[in-house]
């Protein structure tokens, strides 16, 4: 299995292909994606990283997950621990329940 963290701060967008696409095909591939605009050394925004990565590794059939559930750690899904979500938090919370209700598996 490959097992990767990608982050806007990385430049990985060039070379997606080369770091895990090209070999996705072959074996059991999981990403680890985020973005934090607060945080300087990782930056991002869902126009410009998010979303195109999103993209990319659905048209690959890539899994992924989105870290970190804290707001402490980043790239931050919360504010605060009263589970108040950062931009990155809304827009993978909205891209899972998408994907689940297409799917048809259980509640959502």
Known sequence: MLSANV????NWMKSWDDA????????????????????PNIGGTVENFAT?????LEEKNIGWLAWNFSPEWPP??????????????NFFTKNCMVKCKLSGIGRC
């Open 7 to 10: 982050y806007n701060n990385t």
């Open 76 to 89: 931050k899904l919360l504010l605060d621990w009263n589970y108040t979500s950062t931009d990155a938090g």
């Open 20 to 39: 895990f696409g090209n070999v996705a095909s072959q074996i059991p591939t999981l990403i680890e994606v985020g973005f934090d605009l607060d945080d």
């Open 52 to 56: 195109p990565l999103l993209n990319y």
